[in-house]
């Protein structure tokens, strides 16, 4: 076995909200920042997620529709539903060998969840309360990109065009057509202005924090 290979694909698992998930060379290995973008949709239904934390103010419904958008693994989705039990939460991908993980993982901790195998919103058939998504955004012209640590995980998971903000850029596009309310998406600080800028264009009022963009379509609903 490769000695410079990924512990979590010698172990075939990966922790991530304390959690073990499946994973493969099939998908990106969870990383504990992307842990945060849990963090801020508990905060987001008005429950603390950390002894002492206080929420923010309750935005969304108390049975919240969420959209995984990349769910790889499926980490992002499961966790959510098993820390919001009363949530619909649906998880897409345009990887079918992602897609099969992520139904591992959901089997695994017994959450029902679908899974689709979707280019973007392609193939979703309702309109969520909140969508996440942590889609490929790396530019693979980064000056600092380590690329010897990344050249195991799938490069559909990880590149995109245009400084790595295609897909997003096309994400945020397709959010705004169906009036999605809320986003979340994860991406590098070095992109924060650019992307706000342009959700702004697409309606969305935002502000951002620790890698992460917060999208809220409405201003009122921050009042």
């Known amino acids: ?43 987001l239904t008005g429950k603390p997620y950390l002894p002492g934390v206080k929420p923010s103010k309750q935005i969304l419904p108390s049975c919240p529709k969420i959209l995984d958008v990349g769910t790889g693994s499926g980490c992002i989705a499961i966790t959510l539903k098993l820390e919001l039990p009363d949530s619909e939460v649906v998880g897409v991908d345009i990887s079918k060998s992602a897609i099969k993980i992520a139904r591992k993982n959901a089997e695994k901790y017994g959450v029902p969840i679908s899974f689709i195998i979707s280019n973007l919103l392609e193939n979703v058939k309702f309109t969520p309360d909140l969508l996440v998504a942590n889609l490929p955004y790396v530019d693979k012209n980064w000056e600092w990109l380590d690329k010897r640590s990344l050249k195991y995980e799938p490069r559909i998971a990880l590149y995109a065009d245009d400084h790595g903000l295609a897909l997003i850029k096309s994400l945020i596009d397709e959010a705004s057509r169906r009036n999605i309310q809320y986003l979340i ?39």
């Not at 010698?10 to 992307?34: A, N």
């Not at 070095?190 to 264009?201: G, L, R, S, T």
């Not at 620790?210 to 809220?216: A, E």
């Open 185 to 223: 998406l994860e991406c590098d600080p070095c992109q924060h202005k650019e992307i706000i800028d342009y959700a702004k264009n697409k309606g969305y009022f935002r502000f951002d924090e620790m890698g992460f963009i917060i999208g809220f379509r409405n201003l009122q609903e921050l009042r």
């Open 1 to 43: 076995m490769n000695a410079h290979l990924p512990k979590a694909y010698k172990t075939g698992f990966q922790d991530f909200y304390g959690r073990d998930f499946i994973v493969t060379s099939d998908v990106l290995i969870p990383r504990p920042e992307t842990e945060q973008l849990v963090d801020m949709v508990l905060s």
